[in-house]
């Protein structure tokens, strides 16, 4: 009996760990999309002998990236409170229960089967895999 009270209790414990897991994996896309934006505005665009027209245009452009940048830390911080952490496999060796391999890469630089790019970090929830990360993995032919 005691032994069914304890199993029954670890089951509880788990559920309600994951009971967060849809509402998560449907957030996942934004801060992705945060970092995308980001990531158009190139750093040289900010700087005044880059030929963007005005400074009035570069300090918008400043202030619009500092606000995306700011909004995924935050996301970040809020996900990481309740379990979620981002993983970035990029080096690593491919792990199908870790990433979904999208594309080959031919890298002679890089080691055979290994993570060459991301198009997608991963998440976690309590360290099980919520969402693995997109990647394209390192295949050399051999000469």
């Known amino acids: ?5 304890a199993r029954t209790a ?3 414990d788990v559920s309600k760990k994951f009971a967060i897991q849809g509402f ?8 992705d999309n945060l970092e995308r934006a980001a990531s158009v505005v190139p750093a040289e665009a900010l700087k005044e002998e880059s030929g963007v ?11 619009l990236l500092e606000g995306v940048r700011a909004t995924e830390s935050i996301l970040h911080k809020v996900l990481k409170q309740h379990g979620v952490e981002r993983y970035d496999p990029t080096g690593q060796t491919f792990d199908p229960n870790l990433h979904n391999a999208l594309f080959d890469v031919p890298d002679s630089s890089k080691e ?8 997608k970090k991963g998440y976690k929830l ?12 390192v295949r050399n032919v051999p000469s």
Do not use: F, H, Q, Y
């Not at 009996?1 to 009270?5: A, G, H, I, K, Y």
């Not at 994996?25 to 934004?30: G, H, M």
């Not at 055979?112 to 198009?119: E, K, L, P």
């Open 1 to 5: 009996m005691e032994n069914l009270r």
């Open 10 to 12: 670890r089951e509880v």
């Open 24 to 31: 998560v994996k449907a957030l996942l896309d934004v801060p």
């Open 53 to 63: 027209p005005t400074e009035k245009l570069r300090t918008l452009l400043s202030g």
């Open 112 to 119: 055979n089967n290994t993570i060459g790019i991301v198009t």
């Open 126 to 137: 309590n360290d099980r895999v919520i969402r693995p990360a997109e990647v394209g993995i």
